[in-house]
């Protein structure tokens, strides 16, 4: 089973920066990366995604000119560049990998299995 890792969260005050990693155990057949997160009392939802090929990326409205998202492939891993928060941003985030082509938008309820995600809270 695929291991997802996710780490770089904690506590930021409304307006700072964070950087979010996350590393696969195994990329041999993986079409894109991405980011998901999920609130309290909210469902879980997507926040960027990446190509593992051509770098193609995508990002929800919500964080759109704010979030970046990268990948390294040499280390089987993304990272999601967080600027500009906001206290609605405050979550546990969470990364996945699509293995079936789908594409770089994602639909958090494809996925069977998570990784313990990172907390990301926000302060105004």
């Known amino acids: 089973q695929v291991q997802l890792v996710e780490s770089g969260g904690g506590l930021v005050q409304a307006g700072g920066s964070l950087r979010l990693s996350c590393t696969a155990s195994d990329t041999a057949k993986t079409y894109a990366m991405g980011w998901f997160r999920q609130a309290p009392g909210k469902e879980r939802e997507f926040v960027a995604g990446?190509?593992?090929?051509?770098?193609?990326?995508y990002y929800s409205d919500p964080v759109k000119g704010r979030f970046t998202i990268s990948s390294d492939k040499a280390k089987n891993s993304i990272y999601l560049q967080m600027n500009s928060l906001k206290v609605e941003d405050t979550a546990v985030y969470y990364c996945n990998k699509d293995d079936y082509g789908k594409g770089v938008v994602m639909d958090p309820k494809d996925f069977g299995s998570w990784g313990q995600g990172t907390q990301v809270t926000v302060s105004s």
């Open positions: 990446i190509s593992w090929s051509g770098g193609y990326t």
